[in-house]
């Protein structure tokens, strides 16, 4: 969780009209190779980092489910739970480039609208079945930040707090979050 996803998805609720944006942390990151802080920390850094926009809605879901986050079963329940609502799947250009890879991308693009934030360093086409999604693209400005180089920096001792927003820092420190993580 740092600034550049909450400046996106500022930016998403004023670019793309949306009534809210879901905030779902990942329970069992099934892509990740690295290790993740544990599920309730990162809830609370979340919580954190949304408090006081009423248009943010933290969503456990993937955390309560059991087994792999899939964000096509993510999409599923939401949509059972409200059928009419369009649904937008917020992601910056380095994970559009990968969406081909996750599970069940076809009937997921499907289901949503992507909205695809630039990112630097990312220049890589997605798959053409991606292409062909219906999509808008979210006009951010470039932010170069990334969730490495805070656990990076944490490792290091060295200073995020430009990084993240400030309850987010000071929850990584009083926590002593990514101290322990290798190098990634």
Known sequence: MHSAHVALARTALDQLALDEVRWIPAGEAWQKVRGLAAAEHRVAMV????AGEPRYVLDRCEVDRQGPSFTLDTVRELQAVRPDARCFL???QD???RLHTWHGFEELLSRVVLAVANRPGTTREPDQAV???ERDSVALPMMDISSTA???AAVQGEAFHPLVPDAVARYIEEHRLYRGFPRS
């Open 131 to 133: 292409r062909r999604a």
């Open 47 to 50: 919580a954190l980092a949304i």
């Open 150 to 152: 805070i656990r990076q």
């Open 95 to 97: 994970q559009y480039t």
């Open 90 to 92: 917020i992601i910056g």
